[in-house]
């Protein structure tokens, strides 16, 4: 995989929020697979019948970013928060479409937060325990719901969610640890 200069990924991210159509095309196979390793590891977190496959979840993702009305990217790593977060949507409205068309009994959730994030057998209901209980979060706290989805769902380090949050690795540290044990306390309640 080649390394890109995250400069050039900033610039044409800029050029693409000015409507340049051009720098989108040249964006997409520099940041593809960057994303192809996003969505890889959203997929691996799902049933092994998933109807999504890797490629479909980047596609889908990308006509959701195409497809915002503002595109005013920070930098790399702003990008690819974003990318986490459509990302997730996109998996927690199937889930939610899945889950209402099954409408089975409520069976205990059990999610790990750990860095390889493993999850059990159904998890369309795991996937939308954890959304509404990261919406809760969100309501209390903005940040730490963002810093959970971007590092649990996006895969982006300390390093990278602090830039895009503007914040200290500190910061993103505690929230983080502070998140975790948030949230396993409010699945085990559901």
């Not at 590891?41 to 092994?48: P, S, T």
């Not at 899945?98 to 795991?126: P, Q």
Request: aromatic share 8%; charged share 30%; net charge neutral.
């Amino acid at each position: 995989m080649v390394n890109h200069d995250p400069r050039q990924i900033t610039r044409l991210l800029a050029e693409w929020g000015c409507g340049d159509q051009s720098a989108l095309d040249e964006l997409m196979p520099i940041v593809y697979g960057e994303l192809h390793r996003m969505a890889k590891r959203y997929m691996n977190r799902q049933h092994q019948g998933h109807s999504f496959q890797t490629t479909e979840l980047i596609h889908e993702a990308y006509l959701k970013l195409a497809g915002q009305e503002v595109k005013d990217w920070k930098n790399r790593s702003h990008f690819f928060g974003v990318a986490a977060q459509a990302m997730r949507h996109i998996l927690v409205d199937h889930a939610r479409a899945k889950k209402s068309k099954k409408r089975s009994g409520s069976g205990a959730v059990m999610i790990t937060f750990d860095e390889s994030a493993v999850v059990s057998a159904d998890r369309s209901d795991e996937i939308v325990a954890l959304d509404d209980s990261l919406r809760k979060l969100a309501e209390l706290d903005e940040r730490k719901s963002r810093i959970v989805e971007m590092k649990f769902f996006g895969g982006l380090t300390s390093d990278e969610i602090a830039e895009v949050l503007d914040i200290s690795v500190i910061t993103v540290k505690r929230d983080w640890g502070f998140a975790k044990a948030w949230l396993l306390r409010e699945l085990s309640r559901s």
